[in-house]
Structure formats: C-alpha cells, structure tokens
C-alpha cells in the first residue's frame, strides 16, 4: 500500500520560501511520476509541479515557474518542492501525489497547509 506523508507547511510572509516534502513508502517507484497540487479555499484542486521518478524530468505550472522548484531523493523516498518567491495567491493546502501517469494521479497525501501573509 502506497503512502504518501507530506510535511514541511507554515505560515510565510510575502517573498519568503518554504520546502515542502513528502516521504513515500510501500511501493516501488521507479516507474512512477510524483506531483505536487495545490487547493486553495473555495477553488479547484491544481496542478502545480511534476517530476519523473527514474530519470528526473520535470514540469510546472506556468503560475510557479521560475519560483518554484521539483525534486527527489531516490535514497530517502522523498519528494521536495522547494517554493521561492512565495505570494499571498500561493496560500492553498498542497498535496503530493503519486502515479504511473501524468494525468492520472492513484495515490494522494494528507496534505500541508502553506500560508503566505502580504
């Protein structure tokens, strides 16, 4: 059984950065792609970023790119999203989620609350 543990949410001022993680376990990951999402209240889940397990290749948003960055440490299990520049419309609970496709997302995270203050 996958599981996915997000941590690493707090409450930020405008500009700051923040790093998320999220430890996975039970699965064996190598053909997976790891994604990051976003949902803000009253607003539809989103995308936000994405990385490809074996070889690293990633994608974003065009609302988080150049801010913010996707990665994996294929040692620990572990997914970072490290967010830069961070802007009060950045304030969502973010969830990681794990899937053998980009469009597709089978497992998900409890989710970290990121709140960014003006």
């Known amino acids: 059984q996958v599981q996915l543990v997000e941590s690493g949410g707090g409450l930020v001022q405008a500009g700051g950065s923040l790093r998320l993680s999220c430890a996975a376990s039970?699965?064996?990951?190598?053909?997976?792609?790891m994604g990051w999402f976003r949902q803000a209240p009253g607003k539809e889940r989103e995308f936000v970023a994405g990385?490809?397990?074996?070889?690293?290749?990633?994608y974003y948003a065009d609302s988080v790119k150049g801010r913010f960055t996707i990665s994996r440490d294929t040692n620990k299990n572990t997914v970072y999203l490290q967010m830069n520049s961070l802007k009060p419309e950045d304030t969502a609970v973010y969830y990681c989620?794990?899937?053998?496709?980009?469009?597709?997302?089978?497992?998900w995270g409890q989710g970290t609350q990121v709140t960014v203050s003006s």
């Open positions: 989620a794990a899937g053998v496709r980009s469009d597709d997302y089978d497992y």
């Open positions: 039970g699965g064996t990951f190598s053909s997976y792609v």
């Open positions: 990385i490809w397990w074996t070889f690293g290749s990633t």
